[in-house]
Each structure stands twice: as structure tokens, then as C-alpha cells.
Nanobody
Framework: QLQLVESGGGLVQPGGSLRLSCAASGFTLDVYAIAWFRQAPGKEREGVLCISSSGGRTNYADSVKGRFTISRDNAKNTVYLQMNSLKPEDTAVYYC??????????????WGQGTQVTVSS
């Protein structure tokens, strides 16, 4: 069974940092584009960042530019989202997804269950 599991979410104060992990089971991530999406209460899901199989990055959201970075460790079959300088408006459920063929044209077929990130003082 193809599965993605996110972890690392939680409650953090404004200006703080979190690192989310997206671990795959049942398949290897190395040939996939992996993206992070988020959905805040009452809002539509939006793309955040994506990393291609070759390591190229695509930023879907201008609001996270300079604060969030995405990386992958194929040996651990895991993709990470490092979030710095967090703001209350970053509060959302964060999902990772695996797609082909690459970030700008990916069809994301495998999704994780999501992890809650809450930024509040």
C-alpha cells in the first residue's frame, strides 16, 4: 500500500520554527515530485513548495518565500519542510503529496493524512 505519513506539526509561537517530515512507505520517493500543501480553516488548499526527483525546487506560495525550505533525503525515503519565522497566518493543516512527472506539471496521486501547525502566542 502506498502511504505518506507527515509528522512534526504542533504549536509554536510567532517567529518560531518547525520542521515537518513526510515519510513514504510502500514505495520509494526518489522518482517522484513531492509537494507540501496546506489548508487553513475556511480556506481552500494551497500549494506551498515542491521538490522534483532531481532536487529542483518550485515555490507555489509567495508568502513563504525566504522562510520555508524543502529538502529530500532519498536514503531515508523522506522529504522535509523547514519552516522558519512562522506567522499566525501559517496556521493550517499541512499535507505532503507525491506526484509525477515533475513539480510544474505534477498529478499528485498519493497524499498523507496531514499534520496540524498552529502559530499562536
Amino acid at each position: 500500500q502506498l502511504q505518506l505519513v507527515e509528522s512534526g506539526g504542533g504549536l509554536v509561537q510567532p517567529g518560531g520554527s518547525l520542521r515537518l517530515s513526510c515519510a513514504a512507505s510502500g514505495f520509494t520517493l526518489d522518482v517522484y515530485a513531492i509537494a507540501w500543501f496546506r489548508q487553513a480553516p475556511g480556506k481552500e488548499r494551497e500549494g506551498v513548495l515542491c521538490i522534483s526527483s532531481s532536487g529542483g525546487r518550485t515555490n507555489y506560495a509567495d508568502s513563504v518565500k525566504g522562510r520555508f525550505t524543502i529538502s529530500r533525503d532519498n536514503a531515508k525515503n523522506t522529504v522535509y519542510l523547514q519552516m522558519n519565522s512562522l506567522k499566525p497566518e501559517d496556521t493550517a493543516v499541512y499535507y505532503c503529496a507525491a506526484g509525477l512527472p515533475y513539480c510544474s506539471a505534477a498529478s499528485f496521486k498519493v497524499w498523507g493524512q496531514g499534520t496540524q501547525v498552529t502559530v499562536s502566542s
